[in-house]
C-alpha cells in the first residue's frame, strides 16, 4: 500500500525523470544546457494556454478552441502591424480580442446551452476560417525587430517566454489556492447545482473562466508571433489536444471539481521533453502524432482510475463511520 501511494502520489516527476534518462542514453546532445533550455522555451505556448484551460476543465468543461484563438490573435496582431497600428497597440487589441472570444464561448455555453465540447468546436472551426481570412492563406511577416525579445529574448539565462509562463502559473495558483473565486471554480465542477444553491453565481465564474482562457490563448499567441516573427493559416493548429493532454497530464479530473495547477506544469514539460526527445530520435512525425495521441489516452485513463479510488476510498470511508 506505502508503494501504491508513493507511486501514486509522484507519478509524474518519475515518468519525467525516465524519459529524460531515456531520451539521454539515446541522444547525446539531448541533455545539454542548450536542449533543456530550448525545451522550456518551446513549451512556453502550451504552458500558457495550459493555465487558462486548467481553469476550464476544473469547472467541468472543455476549451477546443484554444489553438484558433491563438492563430486569430497572432494573425490580428500581424495584420495591424503591417497596417501601421503601433506594436503595443496591436498587441492589446489581440489580448482583447482573445477575451471576446472567450466571452462568446461562455455565452453559447451559459445562455444557449449549448455543451462546451460541441460550442468550442464549433469556434475552433470558425475562429480558424478567420484566421485563413485575414492571412489570405499567406504568411504575415512582423518587420518591428523590438518585436522579438517578446518571443525570442532572454533576461539572464532564462528565456522571456518562460518568465511569462511562469508568471502564469504563478498567477493561476494564487487565484485558485486562495481566494474565493478559486473555490467556486472548484465548486462548480465538483458539485454545479450545489454550489449553485449555495449562492454562487454559476453563469458568471463559466464567463470568466472561458474568458479567462481566451486572454492566455491570445497571450500564447503573441508568444508564437514574435517566437517566428509571422503568421500563417496553420499557426496554432492542433494545439488544443497537446494542451488539453498536458493539463490532465498534470492530474486535472476531465470530469472537473479535482487537480492541482502546481503538478499541471510538470505535464507541461513531459510533453515538451517527450516532442523534443522524439525529434532528437529522428523519429518520423506519422508516429509522432501517434505517441501524443497514445498519451492523451494514457492520461485520461489514469486520470478516471485514479478518480474512481478517491470515490472508492471515500465510500468506504463514509461506510466505515
Known amino acids: 500500500m506505502k508503494l501504491t501511494n508513493f507511486l501514486s502520489k509522484y507519478a509524474l516527476f518519475i ?4 524519459l529524460l534518462a531515456f531520451f539521454a542514453l539515446n541522444s547525446p546532445f539531448f541533455l545539454t544546457a542548450t536542449n533543456l533550455i530550448t525545451i522550456t522555451r518551446q513549451v512556453a505556448v502550451i504552458g500558457i494556454c495550459a493555465v487558462g484551460m486548467t481553469f476550464v476543465i476544473l469547472t467541468g468543461g472543455i476549451d477546443l478552441s484554444t489553438s484558433s484563438i491563438l492563430g486569430v490573435s ?57 484566421v485563413m481570412l485575414i492571412t489570405e492563406g499567406r504568411s504575415v511577416a512582423v518587420r518591428i525587430s523590438e518585436y522579438r525579445f517578446i518571443g525570442q529574448g532572454n533576461i539572464g539565462p532564462i528565456p522571456f ?38 449562492g454562487v453565481n454559476v453563469k458568471k465564474v463559466k464567463y470568466a473562466v472561458y474568458a479567462l482562457s481566451g486572454l492566455l490563448s491570445a497571450l500564447a499567441g503573441i508568444v508564437a508571433l514574435s517566437r517566428l516573427m509571422s503568421v500563417q493559416a496553420i499557426t496554432g493548429q492542433g494545439l488544443e489536444l497537446e494542451i488539453i493532454t498536458a493539463v490532465v497530464l498534470g492530474g486535472v479530473a476531465i470530469t472537473g471539481g479535482e487537480g492541482k495547477i502546481s503538478l499541471v506544469i510538470v505535464g507541461v514539460l513531459i510533453m515538451g521533453v517527450l516532442e523534443n526527445g522524439m525529434i ?6 506519422f508516429y509522432q502524432w501517434v505517441v501524443r495521441g ?14 474512481s479510488r478517491r470515490n472508492k476510498a471515500l465510500t468506504q470511508g463514509t461506510v466505515a463511520k
Open 280 to 285: 532528437h530520435m529522428n523519429i518520423d512525425p
Open 15 to 18: 515518468i519525467l525523470a525516465g
Open 74 to 130: 497572432a494573425a490580428l496582431a500581424a495584420w495591424l502591424m503591417a497596417s501601421g497600428v503601433h506594436p503595443v497597440l496591436a498587441t492589446l487589441a489581440s489580448l482583447v480580442a482573445g477575451v471576446v472570444f472567450g466571452l462568446v464561448n461562455g455565452f453559447f455555453i451559459n445562455q444557449i446551452g449549448l455543451p462546451p465540447l460541441i460550442t468550442t468546436l464549433g469556434t475552433m472551426t470558425a475562429l480558424r476560417g478567420v
Open 161 to 198: 517566454p518562460v518568465i511569462i509562463m511562469v508568471v502564469m502559473f504563478a498567477l493561476g495558483y494564487v487565484i485558485l489556492e486562495m481566494t474565493k473565486f478559486g473555490r467556486y471554480v472548484y465548486g462548480v465542477g465538483d458539485n454545479q447545482e450545489a454550489t449553485r444553491l449555495s
Open 294 to 307: 497514445g498519451v492523451l489516452l494514457l492520461a485520461v485513463s489514469y486520470s478516471k482510475f485514479m478518480q
